[in-house]
């Protein structure tokens, strides 16, 4: 695929061009578009995103979702705690290690995955978007935020 170039240097610095700003705006209206589909489930984004991940594997330790979610202590604990107040999860100490706290999902957490099912194919037809492009797009996207990661220099 071609590359294509500006013809003037400065118009890199128009805000239409910013890969940034695409991406950032792009994530707003994604976030906005689910928020009434998720406000039925009580769920916020973030505590969808738990969910995501703890139906795809559950009793996971809190360092291995913040990492799978790129999201530090101090924003999964208190994000975890509201979903432990609303019965959806449990956080545990492993036996094994006490440092280690897992997260399993109640019954009522498990059940959620029935209701939340709605919620992809609502997205996908919001989006306008065969579901081989946005398989497409998510490669893509996801191709995109490990070579950003790779490419950053890590803090001393």
């Known amino acids: ?30 976030t906005k ?57 449990q956080r545990l100490r492993d036996a094994a290690d006490e440092r280690r706290v897992l997260l399993r999902l109640t019954a009522a957490g498990r059940a959620l995955k029935a209701r939340a099912a709605a919620v992809p194919p609502a997205i996908a037809k919001a989006s306008g978007c065969e579901l081989g492009e946005l398989a497409a797009l998510t490669a893509r996207l996801q191709g995109l935020r490990r070579q950003i990661t790779a490419s950053t220099p890590r803090a001393a």
């Open 1 to 30: 695929m071609p590359r294509r170039s500006l013809p003037d240097p400065s118009a890199w610095l128009a805000l239409d061009h910013q890969l940034c700003f695409a991406l950032y705006s792009a994530s707003l209206a994604m």
């Open 33 to 89: 578009l689910y928020k009434p589909l998720l406000a039925p489930l009580g769920l916020s984004y973030p505590q969808y995103l738990v969910l995501l991940v703890l139906w795809e594997g559950d009793g996971i330790a809190v360092s291995q979702l913040g990492e799978r979610l790129a999201l530090d202590s101090g924003t999964l604990t208190p994000l975890l705690k509201r979903m432990e107040a609303q019965g959806l999860v």
